[in-house]
């Protein structure tokens, strides 16, 4: 039987899970990403004095595989287990602690993980993708990318419906998906609490991680939906002096932050979701996976490629005069 071929758009953790899955059981994978790495929201910020992470704070796992999952990649001193204490936000103006369980912080810099991910696929950077069609995939360039066994979409629902006008059954289930926007800047200061992570219970912030890999000092911090809101169109300058500002305020520091990096997620948490692991065209071979269609979550993204990758694995080799055995109104939960 002729070598499978898969497209992916998209290499967050659902993108690069599915292909480096697919990539394993002997699939010839393309993935196409329109930003210069692969990541999606576990993203580095390169700095003079190390790295930091500009995207999700950490790796959590609630259930399995995914706990395994974890447990392996400590094995492999890509991920260490976050320990250090954690301030809880104010009640009474007084400060709680507490230690965070099956939580992880990255040995390596996101760029090596995602590698590893994605295994023997091939990645395509700044490749931005205009059109997918049954089996096709389309950029923005005119280039037609075709003969796909299946095509993989994975990226957040409003910039993947502008791809869908060819495959309306699939686009129609993701125009009522909405996401929720965060602010995230790395920061740095002196004093403040001598934890590892901060907990807000604020309207404007709401969480901070020390970045041990980008020197001294160094926090990530991420808004609340509600700062995100509000100055979803402001300049990057205006949201930093009012992240800045803010934490000043809540944390009583005596020295001014320097903010060395900003970034919007437009689209960091959907509200709700389609529900199961992936939604699929079983006639056009299209699937739609992440986090519009799985939840919200490192986690749910991780399940939603591997999953799909598993039943595609599957399917070749109980039918192979159909390979692909997707239907859009069948999920698997």
Known sequence: MAQLRAGIVGAGIAGASCAGTLAAAGWDVEVFEQAPTAGGRIFTQQLNTGWAMMG???ISAKREPFRSQLRDWVRQGWLVPLRGNV????AADAWAHTQLKNHYTLQIEPAQLMQHLLGTARLHTQTRVATLQPRTIILENGQTMGNYDCVICSVPAPQAIPMLDALPRLRERLVDVRYRPVW?????????????????????LKLAVRQTAGGEGLWMVHSSNEFAETYLEA????????GASALMGLLGLPWP?????????RHAQPEGSIGGFWLGDRENRVALIGDGIAGTGVERAWESGVRLAQSLVQAKAEL???PVDLDVDQFVS
């Open 257 to 265: 932050v320097e903010v060395e990096a900003s970034h919007l997620w």
């Open 235 to 242: 300049s990057a300058m205006e949201a930093c002096t009012r």
């Open 87 to 90: 301030w809880l936000g104010r």
């Open 320 to 322: 192979t005069n159909c």
């Open 184 to 204: 995230s800047f790395l920061m740095r200061w002196e004093g403040g609490p001598a934890v590892d992570v901060i907990q807000f219970d604020d309207h404007l």
């Open 56 to 58: 999700s704070p950490f």
